[in-house]
C-alpha cells in the first residue's frame, strides 16, 4: 500500500468542516500510558556523584562509525534516510561512510526527502545528490513492488535504515521501514537497522488499529503510541507481520543504541535534536504529538503554520472558555493558555484564530494521547457550533478506527474513551515484551 498522506493533508485545507450538532523533570510515580511507566533516572546528577544516567548514550549509526563502518565494508550499500541519519559529530552518516571507504550505491527518501525539504505528504522526487553523487531514489508513496525495483536498478545489497521516529503509529517513517523489509525480503538483501532512542520513551498506550483502516498512516495492527525503538518495531514486525507479507526476514540486523534505558526522553540524553520533518521542531513538540496529532482530523488547526506545530490548536471563533474548561480537569504534566494565532499554511491560512496552546509542565506526568481526546471532548462541549470532523474521516485513518469519532459524538467522555482500549493495549503490551531490546 502506497505510503501517501498527500491528498489527506491537502484535503483539510480545502474541505468544508463537517459540524456535529451539539457540536523534563521525572515524578515520584509517573502513570500508566505516560512518556515512561518507571521512574526516569535523573539527568542531572549531584556533583560527584559519577556518571550521569544518559549522558554517554550513542545511537547505532555512532557505534558503527567508531568501528570505521567496519560491518559494511565491501557490501554495496543503499542508505533509507533523511537528515536526522546524524552522527553525535553532525556528519551525515553517508559522508561518513564515504570518509571511512565504503561508498553507498544509492540512497532513498521518504515522506518529506533525503534531505527533508519537503513539507507533510510531498517528498523530493529522484535525483543525484549533489554534494556525493549517490543517486536519490524518492521512496515517499511507493509501492513494495517499485521499491524493490529501485532496489534491483540500483543494485544494492544491504539496506540501511536510519531515522528518528518519534514513537507515533501515524508517522509514517516506521512504514516506510516495514516496506523496505517486505522489499528486501523479496530482493533477498540485507536490512540493517541502525536504532536510535524513541524521544518519547518507552511506554506503551492507546487504542489497537483496526485491520480495516490501515493506510499510510497506520498499516499494522500496533497501538498509537507503541513505545518501541525503530530497532525493536523492526524486529515485532519480522516476527509479527513479515509472515504473511512474503516471509520473515532471515537477514535483518540491528545495530543497537549504547546507554539508553525506555525510561528515559530525549531531553535525558546529550543528543541534539535534528527535527525528523518540518513540523517537528522540538523534542516537546514530539512529546505532545501522540495526542495532538489527532486535530489533524477534525475541523480545529492542529498548528501547522505557526512556530508550535501540535502544541497550539484552534479555530476562528474559539474563544477563552476552551482554555477554562480544559484548566478546571487538572489534567496531568499540562497546563494551557488562551492564544490567538494566524496560520501561514494549512487550515484557516491567513485567518486569526483562538485556541490554546499547552504547556508540558512534567513530561513524565504527561499523558499526551488522554490529553488530546480530553482536548477534543471540551471543544466539542464548550464550541459544538465550531467543533468537527473533516469530511474525509480522516480521523478514523489516525486513530485506527471510527471509535474516537463516534463516542465523541454519541458524548462520551475521556475516561469512557480510554477504558475502551484497556484489553487490547494489555494485549499489544504482553506481545511487544518479546521483542524488547531495552529495558
Known amino acids: 500500500m502506497p505510503l501517501n498522506r498527500r491528498t489527506f493533508l491537502s484535503a483539510s485545507a480545502l474541505a468544508t468542516p463537517l459540524l456535529t450538532s451539539g457540536s523534563q523533570l ?43 563502518w567496519k560491518r559494511l565494508a565491501g557490501r554495496k550499500v543503499g542508505v533509507l534516510s533523511n537528515p536526522t541519519g546524524v552522527l553525535v559529530s553532525g556528519d551525515h552518516i553517508v559522508d561518513s561512510l564515504i570518509a571511512a571507504g565504503v561508498r553507498p550505491v544509492a540512497a532513498f527518501g521518504p515522506e518529506h526527502g533525503f534531505r527533508g525539504s519537503a513539507q507533510a505528504g ?19 508513496g511507493a509501492t513494495i513492488d517499485e521499491l524493490a525495483r529501485m532496489y534491483r536498478k540500483s543494485g544494492v545489497d544491504t539496506v540501511v535504515f536510519d531515522i528518528a521516529d518519534v514513537g507515533s503509529r501515524f508517522y509514517t517513517y516506521i512504514w516506510a521501514m516495514y516496506e523496505g523489509m517486505v522489499a528486501a525480503g523479496r530482493v533477498g538483501v540485507e536490512f540493517v537497522v541502525l536504532d536510535r532512542p524513541n524521544p518519547v520513551g518507552g511506554s506503551a498506550f492507546g487504542p489497537m488499529l ?16 507503541h513505545g518501541m525503538t525503530a530497532g525493536e518495531l523492526a524486529r515485532f514486525f519480522n516476527g509479527e507481520f513479515l509472515p504473511d507479507d512474503g516471509g520473515k526476514l532471515d537477514n535483518l540486523d540491528v545495530v543497537e543504541i549504547h546507554g539508553w534505558k525506555r525510561d528515559r526522553l530525549f531531553a535525558q540524553t546529550d543528543l541534539v535534536w535534528t527535527p525528523p520533518s518540518p513540523n517537528m521542531p522540538t523534542p516537546t513538540t514530539a512529546l505532545a504529538y501522540p495526542g495532538t496529532c489527532l486535530f489533524e482530523g477534525t475541523a480545529f488547526s492542529e498548528g501547522r503554520g505557526t512556530t508550535s506545530p501540535f502544541e497550539i490548536m484552534g479555530a476562528p471563533g474559539v474563544d477563552w472558555r476552551w482554555r477554562e474548561a480544559l484548566q478546571e480537569q487538572n489534567l496531568p504534566g499540562v497546563s494551557f493558555r488562551e492564544t490567538y494565532f494566524v496560520p501561514t499554511f494549512g487550515k484557516f491560512t491567513g485567518e486569526q484564530c483562538g485556541g490554546v496552546q499547552l504547556n508540558i509542565t512534567d513530561p513524565h506526568a504527561f499523558e499526551p494521547i488522554r490529553t488530546g481526546i480530553a482536548m477534543i471532548v471540551t471543544a466539542k462541549q464548550v464550541h459544538p457550533e465550531l467543533f468537527g470532523w473533516r469530511e474525509d474521516n480522516f480521523i478514523d485513518k489516525l486513530f485506527g478506527s471510527d471509535r474516537l ?35
Open 122 to 140: 510531498g517528498s523530493e522526487g529522484d535525483y543525484e545528490d549533489p554534494r556525493t553523487g549517490i543517486p536519490v531514489y524518492d521512496a515517499y
Open 26 to 68: 521525572a515524578s515520584a510515580a509517573p502513570r500508566p500510558g505516560t512518556a515512561a511507566d518507571s521512574t526516569a533516572a535523573d539527568s542531572t546528577g549531584p556533583p560527584g556523584s559519577g556518571p550521569v544516567p544518559g549522558r554517554d548514550v550513542r545511537p547505532g549509526a555512532d557505534v558503527l562509525a567508531d568501528d570505521g
Open 210 to 225: 483496526d485491520p480495516k483502516f490501515s493506510s499510510g498512516v497506520g498499516l499494522k495492527p500496533i497501538v498509537q503510541q
Open 405 to 439: 469519532r463516534t463516542m465523541v459524538n454519541a458524548g462520551a467522555g475521556t475516561g469512557e474513551i480510554i477504558g475502551s482500549w484497556s484489553d487490547e493495549l494489555a494485549g499489544f503490551r504482553r506481545n511487544r515484551d518479546q521483542y524488547l531490546i531495552y529495558r
